[in-house]
């Protein structure tokens, strides 16, 4: 059974530009979510879908997006990037928001922004 | 609020030796608890999980008991090995919100 999938693994862009990152979750997880990992912050929960519906949002900026597809894979977008968005972002999913059911993590985009 | 704290880092140890890393929470509710170990390059895996207090969730030798009433979910390992070296990270999910909070991590390093 093939894992979660993140693309493209590495990214660097400059201030002010955007980038699209893609998650594809393993098959059957209905449930994707997105964190940012910086090594102040630990882990930071950006939003999480659902059947395509956003169900949860953290505390960042409405630069920060994320759309989910009919067949479960995501996008999350940041425009206007900023130096401080450089981070490795991680993608997880899972069966369901069941108590005993954990997240699967993809191996995360690392974006550089110059 | 809900959170999660685990002891700074980073710890070394020789291989061999006791390891412990202290996790304690403060939810809101009644929450899941598990650990997640993150090998560099990788994304975190479930290492064990816990889901009731006094549950003991356990794999590859490490082991966390669910502590109510002391709010904490420790790690420990009685014998670490060099293959053990990455960083962990305790976490609790609470239904209620349907959202993980997750530790800041503990960066282990086992020298032979």
């Given amino acids: ?114 | 609020g809900n959170s999660v704290t685990q002891m700074e880092g980073p710890v070394t140890l020789s291989e061999e030796a006791f390891l412990t890393i202290n996790c304690t929470y403060t939810a809101t509710g009644y929450p899941s608890l598990f650990w997640y170990v993150q090998y560099p390059g990788e994304g975190l895996q479930l290492l064990l999980k816990a889901t009731k207090a006094d549950d003991k969730g356990s794999n590859k030798g490490f082991e966390a008991t669910y502590r109510k009433e002391t709010t904490s979910f420790h790690l420990e390992k009685g014998s670490v090995q060099v293959s053990d070296s990455a960083v962990y990270f305790c976490a609790l999910f609470l239904y209620t919100g349907n959202q993980f909070y997750f530790g800041t991590g503990t960066s282990l390093t086992v020298i032979p």
């Fill in chain 1, 1 to 114: 059974k093939a894992g979660v999938t993140q693309t493209p693994r590495y990214l660097i862009k400059t201030r002010g530009q955007q980038v699209t990152l893609s998650c594809s979750p393993i098959s059957g997880h209905r449930s994707v979510s997105w964190y940012q990992q910086t090594p102040g912050q630990g882990l930071q929960f950006l939003f999480e879908y659902f059947s395509e519906t956003q169900r949860n949002k953290g505390n960042f900026p409405g630069r920060f997006s994320g759309r989910q597809f009919s067949n479960s894979r995501s996008e999350m977008n940041v425009s206007t990037l900023e130096l401080g968005d450089s981070a490795l972002y991680l993608c997880a999913s899972s069966i369901s928001w069941a108590r005993d059911s954990p997240l699967h993590f993809g191996n995360g985009t690392r974006l550089t922004v110059t």
